[in-house]
C-alpha cells in the first residue's frame, strides 16, 4: 500500500509516499517557510508512484479523537470546532484536506491525531485546575502535540543507543516552528509541554508560549478587543516574533540579527533556551532522573547554538555537551561528552514514517 505522508508544519511542508508495511520510501521533498498551503501541496511530486491512502499528522479534533481515524465527516467537524483551539494547524490540515479530496478523489484519507501519542501522559500532569465542568463537559485538559515525532524518538534514541526502549528514560526536545519537549518515561509519554492547545509550553516561531490567562483578560478588557483579535495576535505576531521583533520568528533569521547587535532577538534566544533548560531540569524530576536528552526538529537538529546554550549549566544533572560533537558533524549523532553520565543526541526527525504506520494499521484494521 502506497501512503502519501504530507507533513504540513505551520512553517514547512515535508512529504514522502511510503510502501507499507515494507516502509520503503518511493518519493520524498520539501518546502521551507511556507505560507500558502495549498500552492504547495500542488507542488507535491508523486513522480509515476500510484497513491493509496493520504495520512495526516493532523493536530487537534478533542477527546473522541485522540487516536488514527479515516476522515469522515464527523473528524472532519471535529477538526473544525477545534479550530478555536489550533487555529494555525487545524486551518493547514482543513485545507489540507480540501484539497486532497478535489485533487484525488476517492482516496482515503487519514488522521493520524498528534494528540494520539499523549494519551499515556498521568491525571496529575493532564489536568489543570478549572472548574470541574470545564474538564468533565468540554474537555480543558493538557492533551499535548508533536506525538508523530515524540512517539519516533521513544523508539529511535533506543535504538541509537543500543538500549532496551524499557530502560531508557529520555527527553525529547522537538524544537522547530513549533516547538514542544516530552519526557519519555521506558517509552510512553509522561508529560509535555503543549497543553490544551499547540499554543502553550516553549515559544514557537510565531505563536506564544506559556502566558497567564489574566494578562490576556486583562488586555481585552483595557483595549476592548474581541477574541478574533486576541486568537490573532497570539497566533501570529506572538513568540519568537513578538520577543525578537523578526516577523517570521524564524531561528535563522533571529541568530543574525542576535549576532548584528540586536538585543530583541538575543533576549527571544534567551528566553527561548531558557525555557529548554528549564524544562530538561522539571522533567528529570518529573522521571526520577534521566539518561538521554534528544534534540530534533528544524532547531533541534541544525542549531548549535541553541543546543549549547540550552544545555548551559546543567552538569550537575550529568549533562555535558562535547563542543566538537555540538558544533561540527551532521546527521544522527552523540554530542555529549564521553564523561557525559547523560546521552545527549541529535537525531532527525521522521514523522511520516509513524504517520505511515499508523494508516497503514488503521486501514488494514478497518478492511
Ligand atoms: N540551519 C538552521 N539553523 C537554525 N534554525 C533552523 C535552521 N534550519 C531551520 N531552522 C529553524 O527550524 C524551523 C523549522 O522547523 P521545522 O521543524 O522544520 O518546521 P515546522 O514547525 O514547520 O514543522 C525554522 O522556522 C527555523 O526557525
Ligand atoms: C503541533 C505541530 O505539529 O506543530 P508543527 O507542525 O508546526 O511542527
Ligand atoms: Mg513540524
Redesign the pocket.
Known amino acids: 500500500m502506497h501512503i502519501l505522508v504530507p507533513?504540513l508544519?505551520?512553517?514547512?511542508?515535508?512529504y514522502q509516499i511510503l510502501d507499507m508495511p515494507g516502509e520503503h520510501v518511493l518519493a520524498s521533498g520539501?518546502f521551507?517557510?511556507?505560507t500558502d498551503y495549498r500552492s504547495a501541496i500542488g507542488d507535491i511530486r508523486s513522480g509515476d508512484t500510484t497513491v493509496d491512502a493520504v495520512a495526516f499528522k493532523s493536530v487537534h479534533a478533542g477527546p473522541h479523537y485522540r487516536g488514527t481515524f479515516v476522515i469522515d465527516e464527523g473528524v472532519e467537524a471535529a477538526m473544525r470546532e477545534f479550530l478555536l483551539a489550533a487555529p494555525v494547524h487545524n486551518a493547514i490540515y482543513l485545507t489540507a484536506v480540501e484539497a486532497f479530496r478535489e485533487a484525488m478523489p476517492g482516496v482515503p484519507l487519514v488522521g493520524a491525531f498528534e494528540t494520539e501519542f499523549h494519551r499515556t501522559m498521568p491525571d496529575f500532569a493532564r489536568f489543570y485546575g478549572v472548574p470541574a465542568d470545564w474538564r468533565t463537559q468540554f474537555g480543558i485538559e493538557r492533551y499535548g502535540f508533536h506525538g508523530a515525532s515524540h512517539e519516533f524518538i521513544s523508539g529511535r534514541a533506543p535504538e541509537f543507543l543500543g538500549r532496551p526502549k524499557d530502560e531508557l528514560r529520555t527527553i525529547s526536545c522537538?524544537?522547530?516552528?513549533?516547538?514542544s519537549i516530552c519526557a519519555i518515561d521506558r517509552g510512553v509519554s509522561v508529560d509535555t509541554t503543549m497543553g490544551f492547545s499547540p499554543q502553550s509550553g516553549l515559544e514557537?516561531?510565531t505563536r506564544h508560549g506559556d502566558l497567564d490567562v489574566f494578562a490576556v483578560l486583562y488586555m481585552m478588557d483595557r483595549n476592548n478587543w474581541s477574541t478574533e483579535e486576541v486568537r490573532g495576535q497570539l497566533a501570529r505576531t506572538s513568540g519568537?516574533a513578538g520577543l525578537s521583533g523578526i516577523p517570521?520568528?524564524?531561528?535563522?533569521?533571529?541568530?543574525a540579527a542576535a549576532q548584528a547587535g540586536s538585543q530583541d532577538a538575543q533576549l527571544a534566544l534567551d528566553v527561548f533556551t531558557y525555557q529548554v533548560r528549564k524544562t530538561i531540569g522539571a522533567y528529570t524530576a518529573a522521571m526520577g532522573g534521566v539518561d538521554a536528552v534528544v534534540f530534533t526538529?528544524?532547531?533541534?537538529?541544525?542549531?548549535p547554538?541553541?543546543r549549547r546554550k540550552s544545555c548551559e549549566g546543567l552538569l550537575h544533572l550529568g549533562i555535558e555537551l562535547d563542543a566538537e560533537r555540538n558544533e561540527k558533524g551532521q546527521g544522527d549523532r552523540l554530542l555529549s561528552s564521553d564523561s557525559s553520565r547523560v546521552k545527549v543526541l541529535a537525531l532527525a526527525?521522521n514523522e511520516e514514517i509513524v504517520v505511515a504506520r499508523r494508516a497503514y494499521r488503521a486501514l488494514t484494521a478497518s478492511a
Open positions: 507533513n508544519g505551520s512553517t514547512s511542508l515535508k520539501r521551507e517557510r511556507v522537538h524544537l522547530g516552528g513549533s516547538s514557537n516561531a519568537l517570521c520568528g524564524d531561528v535563522r533569521d533571529i541568530s526538529g528544524g532547531i533541534g537538529e541544525n542549531s547554538v541553541l526527525a
